[in-house]
């Protein structure tokens, strides 16, 4: 919804009996109403879906910002230091319990995904040998097909019909939210359920697809409920811990939550926290990262406990159980190999680009023309089957073989080899992407033909990238991973054949920082990523070449295009803001972005001008100021001086309640901040309550001034853009007032008007642009 | 200096010939001169040395938000974005040069450290031997006495008579410079020297001290003077790089700095960019993180390259050379263990507490009493007399012997063992603490008796107590860690004792435990001293109990006072700022701790009224506000709408180089911001400069409008505690004016009048104090 009136506002339904309200009123509405033709549109007059330069109106902003309105210094006043401390002490314990939550879905994940796989490649393998004995091979291939289609189905119908929002891998949807845009539905237990089913089914259905952002959003999700203490979805609302009840609290919480799902999901709990600091945090908080650390390092013990004594290593916690890529033994590296990691981060920048954009043109692609959703599922079943068919192909086609005991796989199938060997392509394609990087990193020399891991690299890159972005809950992280540990072990390969006496035992170290290449080049985090690559393989040492690998696959990547997620997040339109201002914005004022004109309101209003403002707009914030009448010493016309913001959920609350100053003895005493964190985060509609007020108390007055923030952040027009970015920024606000020098309100700067203007570079020049605000986008 | 007129100000020299300055600025001097008389004093009429609650003037505050001012906007549209490129690169290459830099500081302390201790202590055993052997034991003992007490008088005089800022660890000051506090000369060449030199002679002089606190404090330094491209100290300007002598890009520097510190004292790099973010980052960027990663993982690879080398490993950079505290095999812990770490947490808190508490007492002995440089020199040479008859007492008293080749020491004495025994007390006396944290990690088991750790580690634990905050440059990380490993290692002994056959081998995981223990219950760091000790440790397997007992001690600690360094930074009055604003400080509104009345200047002012005011005030930053006469339209007095903000340092400028309105044609094309720039940090005073300005001058206009900020950040005077703090630590600003609805400035507040406010609880009761300000502490 926009905040002002230069932004596309909607058509109010004016009723004829509401000729009543004040003249101001109308003006208002009237500038409402004209800005509407500003509707931005392409040249041939359409919303062109799948541009990169638009702004979808669906996103909110939330609100990290305190309202230090008088209801709360009451609190402040009453309930005094012990409930301070009180607070403090459950942040604590709901991280705790976060931590272990996640960690057992997490666990669920792991184990119903290792107990399928198990069954069903030992199916496939015990069908292939027979099918090559009897020389009936469209029987493991179609059986192949089948055992990838059907759980496809299933997933992808949990998406494309129940919750579309529970698609992809949810890190572009948990980062949208903790840089401050309410994505609709993300954080409720339909979209928990949906992710947590969705991925398994998706990983046994064979997809090159990986469950370690879903196990991150499912840690967000699960953060966030319990923080709440009530869960929407299935009517529960414990009416507990309502203090947590505010944006900014359960951001903190879902930053956890994040973290704790990224121990889960890499055994890497410090990386967690990082990962949510680069994603997501603004104003690094001590005692709040702090938190983090004790939820992901919860999680990761949690997770570790409870694998290891269903693995059967008993008592010891310290082993076994977690899941991870192995340990490097004797880890090493020469300085002659630099110049060698410099060019593999260069290729992976180069591959990671090529990605994104063949992924962008297939999202656009899919954006335009698979909007169905049985279309969708059809997609999803069909990548399912080309997937066992390239898989299949491989393995009739390609005879790489190996003697067995060489290597450890679980289950080997001989296909055309001779007694003794077993086919390796087949020992990569019959297990989860996951053990197949395992694989990748720690086979011994000489296990992989060079052919072979050219091409499994070649297919295994295009199945990946035409698998993101299908209706299915699936991550990218572990099948990127897997594209880049084939081409580094490729790379390793050739470097042993041309130099045996330096790299004859290299390959290892190669896959890995091929892998880490690729999925720099892909996604461009970097910090957190190192460190979870890190923790994941146990080992210190490598931490200086993943380092530099990272680095310049994101160099070099940047300079074609932006990340996966960064990518995904634009064509959905979200109102994402950076780390910085837009270069070379210094030269813009506030004026010149600011929305205008303001609909106002006085401190005092009757409630049917109140309603129908509400209705006519679809505002969030509403500037309170002095009767205009009374503050024009200087006679000229003046929109009033400021007094507070309101939010349109305030309003409704205030409204729904019967707040007016008429009915004082009725509410006195009623009337505290309890009253507006129970009905957070889904207030109702004006549209839901305007039934229960009678055209009586329509006359009635609502005083503002107890319920607004008296004090909330404002900016001169002359403010530098920059200025009003970092402020904007490093508080977490939604609606920043723009005013003159008399304090008189005259604009409004939400997230959409910093978000929507960027500096673009085009041969050479400077051009400003802003983006398209559209509807159209979904 | 303080900003306003309410704190103490200085009373200036008006001369008699100044009579026509308007007659404003006599009622501001008249408000200055009375509010003189509000210094804060003790009851008994003293500035009572060592008070907790004391804050001293000697403090500035760094300026971390932008000036966009017009000269600013020049800048900005006519170098355009291939100017942004290139001050980007820079920030990235001054970065690796600082790594670099670093890690070499770091190299040719531990050399020095190194080879100093193996040519001491291989003649102090040669000499004990020999002692034994002729039955003359004054011989060794008294030139243990001569070696500890020679280097310790030269690194003294460096302290007490050179650079006092240079003593101690470095970390309170380095903490301080990032939150934004201007340190006196604490990011200069000569501290610099002192330090490091400093350090070695500390080490060498065989005291409780450690070298990482100094190499984080060298790292800052180095990043301050590269990134400023001179050092004033040597007289060294090569005008490069003018764009970063701001505060807020020298300080991005500086943390960098002190990360690349971290990362060459412990091989942590990633312990290094937490540290840095943990004491001292508030608004995160990711762009910054990724170059301070850079900067440590830089002089992580150089420190570890130079080391090799000298050691003798050549060409592989993974092993050897690094500063470690050496990997442990086969790591693992059991759930029954659990408990015993929280034991040892809660321990370690406490003995934390007692220690800092002892010290506490001790340095506020030293500030009232020990005062003169001499003394302080003669206190350093004292402890280290003692420190030298301790260990040779225990030597000479206990007889704690092994058989040689059961532990690897480097200088075995025998003492009065049996031949093929040697020493143990010796073997730990005769090293530096590092290597003897070192023998107590990785000695086998049985390697020491109960009654020697005890005996040790009561004995270390005083001596590490009375050392730091002696005159001389040494850290307090090493010797703590030195204690609590002595004291977990007599844990687990008793435990191995207890119960041979679960913690038979375990002496070396409760010694490291013992030492986080101790650590963090003494600086109550946690986030950066989890991953420090990992890296330090080589081991992820530890992190979960490492950061157990953290937290625990952290939390014991906490209950009966505050952190080392915090001890120590309140007792110099430094007017820190914490993370959060006091707790129940919503009640307090910005009228109740804002500095006023305030001097404001007109936005054209005659030259000679400023320098009247410079020179009678101490302020720093001065609103600037339109013509106050010609705004009363309500017929009330009234100071002007502000127009901006304008600082000493910019008036200074623009009189010294004579930016006159009447000499318009002079300087002309001129004045660009360079000429700030140039300047930066330490700009003349006004007594230095007021002769180069003739009487005639002295009538001329200074227009500030395009030098001052003329959008600064404001708050109203109704504006919440917590909010105002916010503000203030989020975009890290050092002035915040205080309006009124009608934009006239009310008051200001700064970085003194928010850490001034604390509130207090006292037997059950809120009460708020506010801290003395005082300029006698030192």
């Known amino acids: 919804m926009p905040c002002c009136g230069k932004n596309r506002g909607e058509d109010g339904n004016q009723s004829e009996d509401e000729r009543d309200i004040t003249s101001r009123l109308e003006d208002q509405q009237q500038l409402i109403n004209n800005s509407s033709g500003d509707a931005e549109v392409s040249e041939d007059g359409l919303i062109n879906t799948g541009m990169l330069d638009t702004i979808s109106q669906k996103y909110e902003s939330l609100d990290y910002d305190t309202n230090f309105n008088s209801l709360l210094l009451d609190e402040v006043r009453s309930r005094g230091y012990k409930f301070v401390v009180r607070k403090d002490v459950l942040r604590w314990v709901v991280m705790f319990f976060v931590g272990i939550l996640t960690a057992l879905v997490a666990c669920c994940i792991d184990i119903s995904v290792e107990e399928g796989s198990k069954i069903k490649y030992g199916f496939l393998s015990w069908l292939t040998e027979k099918g090559v004995t009897d020389n009936a091979l469209w029987m493991p291939y179609l059986s192949w097909v089948g055992l990838n289609v059907v759980p496809i189905m299933f997933g992808s119908f949990l998406i494309s019909y129940i919750e579309p929002v529970a698609g992809g891998s949810g890190i572009p949807q948990v980062k949208c939210y903790l840089n401050g845009v309410k994505v609709p539905r993300v954080v409720r237990i339909k979209t928990l359920v949906c992710k947590a089913v969705g991925v398994t089914l998706s990983v046994l259905g064979g997809l090159a697809v990986g469950k370690e ?159 169905k959703p049985w279309l969708k599922m059809l997609e999803a079943m069909m990548v399912a089957a080309v997937t066992a068919t390239a898989g299949f192909l491989m393995i009739y086609l390609i005879s790489d073989c190996k003697s067995i005991g060489n290597d450890p796989t679980e289950n080997p199938i001989q296909m055309y080899c001779n007694d003794g060997e077993y086919n390796v392509i087949g020992a990569i394609w019959f297990q989860t992407p996951e053990q197949s990087v395992r694989s990748l990193f720690h086979d011994p020399p000489g296990s992989h033909k060079m052919l072979t891991l050219g091409l499994f690299s070649v297919v295994y890159f295009l199945l990946n990238c035409w698998t993101y972005g299908l209706s299915i809950s699936a991550g990218v992280f572990i099948p990127t991973l897997l594209t880049g540990a084939a081409f580094g072990r490729f790379f390793g390969t050739v470097l042993a054949t041309l130099l045996p006496e330096y790299f004859g035992t290299q390959h290892g170290k190669y896959a890995l920082l091929g892998a880490a290449a ?165 207030y109702p509609d004006i549209d839901q309550i305007q039934d229960q007020v009678t055209p009586e108390e329509r006359q009635y007055t609502l ?16 403010t530098p853009l920059p200025q009003v970015f970092r402020l904007f920024r490093a508080i977490g606000l939604r609606h920043l007032i723009v005013t003159n020098d008399e304090s008189e309100v005259v604009g409004m700067v939400t997230r959409k008007d910093l978000a929507r203007y960027k500096v673009e570079l085009q041969d050479g020049r400077v051009e400003r642009t802003t983006m398209h605000i559209t509807e159209q986008v979904e």
Chains 1, 2 share one sequence.
């Open 213 to 371: 952002g879903p196990m991150i959003h499912s840690g967000a999700v699960i953060a966030a409920g319990i923080s709440q203490g009530k869960a929407t979805s299935i009517k529960v609302d414990t009416k507990t811990l309502p203090f947590f009840r505010q944006d900014h609290e359960k951001r903190d919480f879902v930053s956890g939550g994040a973290a704790a799902g990224v121990a889960a999901a890499f055994g890497a709990p410090v990386g967690g926290v990082l990962f949510s600091l680069e994603e997501g945090a603004s104003f690094w908080n001590q005692a709040l990262t702090w938190r983090i650390l004790f939820g992901s390092m919860t999680s990761y013990f949690t997770l570790n406990m409870v694998l290891s004594t269903y693995r059967g290593y008993t008592g010891q916690l310290s082993n076994g159980g977690l899941l991870n890529f192995g340990s490097f033994e004797n880890a090493t590296y020469d300085y002659y190999e630099i110049p060698l990691f410099l060019i593999m981060g260069a290729f992976g920048g180069l591959l990671g680009a090529i990605y994104n954009h063949i992924n962008y043109r297939l999202t656009v692609f899919r954006m335009r023309y698979i909007t």
């Open 518 to 682: 690729m999925l720099g080049g892909v996604v461009r985090m970097t910090i957190s990523l190192t460190i979870i690559l890190i923790e994941a393989t146990g080992n210190l040492t490598y931490g200086f070449p993943i380092m530099v690998v990272l680095m310049v696959a994101k160099w070099v990547g940047d300079f074609f295009n932006e990340g996966l997620y960064d990518i995904h997040i634009q064509l959905a339109g979200v109102p994402l803001l950076g780390w910085e201002p837009p270069p070379l914005s210094a030269t813009t004022y506030a004026s010149g972005i600011m929305s205008y004109p303001v609909v106002v309101l006085n401190t005092k209003q009757k409630v049917g001008e109140v309603m129908e403002i509400l209705k006519s707009t679809t505002h969030n914030g509403f500037p309170v100021v002095d009767n205009p009448m009374t503050s024009s010493i200087t006679g000229k016309p003046s929109l009033g001086k400021l007094r507070g913001i309101i939010l349109r959920s305030e309003l409704i609350i205030m409204i729904q309640h019967k707040i007016y100053s008429e009915l004082y003895h009725e509410w006195e005493g009623k009337l505290n901040i309890g009253l507006f964190r129970y009905a957070y985060p889904r």
């Open 703 to 718: 005083d503002l001034r107890p319920v607004m923030n008296p004090t909330p952040p404002t900016i001169v027009h002359a």
